[in-house]
């Protein structure tokens, strides 16, 4: 959500903890990715094991 203020330094950090991976918002989100992956994977390599 956008805070319309000329205080930019909470977009900023927002930013900043975005891109750093042990944020805790993000390892929500890594966690979800590494477990969306990992149902992918698992589904193409049950459909090569399958003749």
């Not at 891109?19 to 992918?40: A, C």
């Amino acid at each position: 959500p956008q805070v319309e203020s000329g205080n930019n330094i909470n977009e900023i950090n927002k930013e900043d903890e975005a891109s750093d991976p042990r944020s805790g918002d993000n390892l929500v989100e890594i966690g979800e990715t590494k477990k969306y992956l990992i149902q992918k994977f698992a589904s193409l390599v049950n459909k090569k094991l399958k003749p």
